[in-house]
């Protein structure tokens, strides 16, 4: 379905974004495993930020969006909010975030070429070169006031049981923020009949709160994307 939908997107757009949106479809291929997700992104680390321009890819804007009212200015000292940006690649969210007043933001991504790109920028005040899985991170129990993660999901991205990790790693009454191409829900095979499940399953657990779960345009090229925010108990 996946490489279908690629397919005829590819052949209906002028070449610039046919290619762009086949570069980026080469990180979700079916089958890829995380460390070869890992090792596609290092190499793609030099063109990525012209290939999902802003123009191809909302997703930062989103989670940029979402974490700004999950903590309004006018009620939060925003400086003293402590954010890790999962997947953060080479700092798109950390550079909206900075602009929005957040200045405590680390980030983390498992690909050091993308990670170099974003340390060159000088937005986060730490970089963890991690993978997002269900293996404890370097990182105290109640670290962040909010986790954000802005594509990161998707075929050998992220998996479900990486949830209780960030669960973990921010304190109660901070949120997590995931912001993800709709389609991945029923399109990707870790996630589909298994995501919002495993959401429900933490929320009865007592883990977390749903606070909204929202669709928007164009996520990335003409697909829809979905923003979930939950509140940690």
């Known amino acids: 379905m996946a ?3 690629a397919k005829r997107f590819i052949q209906s757009s002028d070449a610039p974004d046919g290619q762009a949106y086949c570069t980026n479809f080469g990180a979700h291929k079916p089958g890829m495993s995380m460390t070869e997700v ?14 999902l321009n802003q123009d191809r890819y909302q997703g930062p804007y989103y989670a940029c969006m979402a974490v700004t009212e999950a903590f309004p200015v006018d009620t939060t000292n925003r400086k003293s909010v402590s954010i890790l940006d999962v997947a953060c690649g080479t700092g798109f969210l950390g550079e909206k975030l900075k602009k929005e007043g957040f200045v405590n933001v680390d980030g983390l991504d498992p690909s050091d070429k993308m990670l170099d790109v974003a340390r060159a920028k000088n937005i986060y005040n730490k970089l963890y070169c991690e993978f997002m899985s269900d293996a404890t991170l370097p990182i105290d129990n109640g670290k962040y006031s909010c986790v954000a993660v802005a594509g990161g999901m998707g075929e050998g991205h992220i998996p479900c049981a990486a ?67 939950f509140k940690v108990c």
């Open 163 to 229: 949830l209780t990790e960030m669960i973990r790693i921010v304190k109660p009454g901070g949120y997590i923020i995931i912001v993800m191409r709709e389609e991945y829900l029923t399109h990707v095979q870790e996630y589909a009949g298994k995501l919002e499940n495993f959401f429900l399953k933490l929320e009865k657990e007592g883990k977390w709160k749903r606070c909204s779960q929202t669709v928007v345009p164009k996520y990335s090229f003409d697909n829809n994307g979905i923003i979930f925010k």
């Open 3 to 5: 490489e279908v939908k």
């Open 38 to 51: 890992a090792e596609y992104y290092s190499k793609w680390a030099g063109e990525y930020e012209q290939d």
